[in-house]
């Protein structure tokens, strides 16, 4: 695809359907190929990163079926998971990477699971260093660090182990090996990172402890099929909550949106900044709370964020910072030197794109300084193949004078691969 040209609007308006979270249906997938019993998932998310981790699945010997969003998983157990005869390609996908690495730890075979270039220039050290203290042999570039990263599984021992940064993606590979292992395997972070893994694990029959911010779970484990309806991703829904507190008029509705409380940092930086966002229909399914929002413009103030609430909004902070761009005063956010190793080092590529838009931010160690403005420019803005770059750009050409051209706009699809479509039912 070539670059999309995204034009100012004075308003927008209508009922929107975000696709299903991408974590959960992560796990839902991976832990369905783990079960014995079937395992039906529904609004399974059909981006890149989701069906990096079903073709996985495939190889490892899991028999799946899928119609639209509706995903059948015939699990057997991990016990009947066969040696692939090829890499597994996880994509851009870290969240596949990582769990992956985890729930083959203490597999009886040789594995070997790659990506595309982005991927392969993550760290995986965090993840990696204890998979070995707890057994497993792992090697790869630079020292085991840097996917290709080729696992023969061992006889895992439960450990205890003191995150310095809180990963879901790390405690949840962590937690996986656990059930493989002997003894008790635990996790202390230094705050609580989203707990997708913990909820759905205890659907599927584990018995995982939490409290706090420390998780703990027993090796022996076993896991049943069930059913998994997925909610609404409230990181795409971000997109869309930006968007209708910014525009000329109008009222986004949203339906059905993930509302987990270690995910809704969004929800409380925009209405402490002043957005006019109401939830309604709050309910408890498959273990998520879920509810509809709806927003309506507002006037923004500028507001810092750091500490704990980083976690909690780690995805959404691209599209945090446009919302800054044009909130009256100075919004900081500082802690989040984790956005460095995401798909882009999204400190340098917020900074550098929101400037080349006519914004004024800063670049700090560990986050951004914004200067709020009345206007925003607009112009050209390239999304590096990061998807949340390139829906940020978009809901800022949107609000712009000019509009924006981004480039590489396809990239979008790894979360949400009607983005574009949606956005033209409700701008106006």
Known sequence: MQGVYVKPVSGAKGEIRVPGDKSISHRAALFGGMAHGETHVSNFLLGQDCLSTLRCLNQLGVSWERQGTEVWIRGEGMDAWQEPVDVLDAGNSGTTMRLMLGVLAGSPFAVTLTGDASLRSRPMRRVTDPLRQMGAQ???????????????????????????????????????????????????????????????????????????????????????????????????????????????????????????????????????????????????????????LRVRPSRLKGIEIGGPMIPRLIDEIPILAVAACFAEGETVIRDAAELRIKESDRIRSVADGLNALGAKVEELPDGLRIHGQPTLRGGYANSLGDHRLAMAWAIAGLLSEEGVSVENMEAAEVSYPDFLTVIKQVAK
Do not use: Y
Request: negative net charge; hydrophobic residues 40%.
């Open 138 to 292: 792992i090697i790869g570039r630079q020292g085991g660090t840097l996917a290709p990263l080729t696992m023969e599984g061992g006889q895992l021992q439960g450990q205890t182990f003191r995150t310095t940064v809180p990963s879901a993606q790390v405690k949840s590979a962590i937690i996986l090996a656990g059930l493989r292992a002997s003894g008790e395997t635990r996790v202390l972070e230094p705050a609580l990172s989203r707990d997708h893994s913990e909820r759905m694990l205890r659907g599927f029959g584990v018995e995982v402890q939490s409290l706090g911010t420390e998780s703990w779970v027993r090796g022996g484990g076993r896991l049943t099929g069930q059913t998994v309806l997925v909610p609404g991703d409230i990181s795409s829904a971000a997109f869309f909550l930006v968007l209708g507190s910014l525009v000329g008029s109008g009222e986004l509705i949203l339906k059905d949106v993930g509302v987990n409380p270690t995910r809704t940092g969004i929800l409380d930086v925009l209405q402490g900044m002043g957005a006019d966002i109401e939830l309604s229909d709050v309910l408890d399914v498959c273990g998520e709370p879920r509810a509809t």
